[in-house]
């Protein structure tokens, strides 16, 4: 028997975890997320979303992250400038500035107003350590992979 969800009480489906360790449905961890910001359980701020691999592999499903928009791209000349504001309504951070050079389309995928909830994997939990992790990436000429929900 597979563990419910205690948001639809059906069978877990993408199980994923926020702030909490507590496991519920990727669409009704959005749901609540953009509804509540609060765990239905023990009521703990939503501030990151991650996908759980190991409890999809033990439940039998694909191990393949429900997180549809990804978009990457190096900054490594620095020529690439955001900025970022808390998101009131849920987890992860919100994009409200993109600034870059005409030459770079590979930037300029990204939607404006989009959630980012993971900067290379690391959950981008408030705007102060969302621009660190950024900058840190930038100095080091890593590629940067931005995870985002709309």
Known sequence: MYPSCPVCLNNIQRPCIGSCAHHLCYNCILDVAKKIGKCPLCKITIREIRYDTEFAELIGEDMKSP????????????????????????????????????????????????????????????????????????????????????
């Open 67 to 150: 997180f549809k928009h990804n978009y990457s791209f190096s900054n490594k000349d620095g020529d690439v400038k955001l900025t970022f504001i808390n998101n009131k309504k849920g987890p992860g951070v919100r994009l409200i500035r993109l600034l870059y050079p005409p030459s770079r389309s590979d930037v300029s995928i990204i939607p404006i107003n989009s959630v980012v909830i993971a900067i290379n994997n690391v959950p981008a939990t408030d705007h102060v350590s969302a621009v660190k992790q950024f900058d840190a990436l930038t100095q080091m000429g890593s590629i940067i992979n931005f995870t985002i929900i709309k």
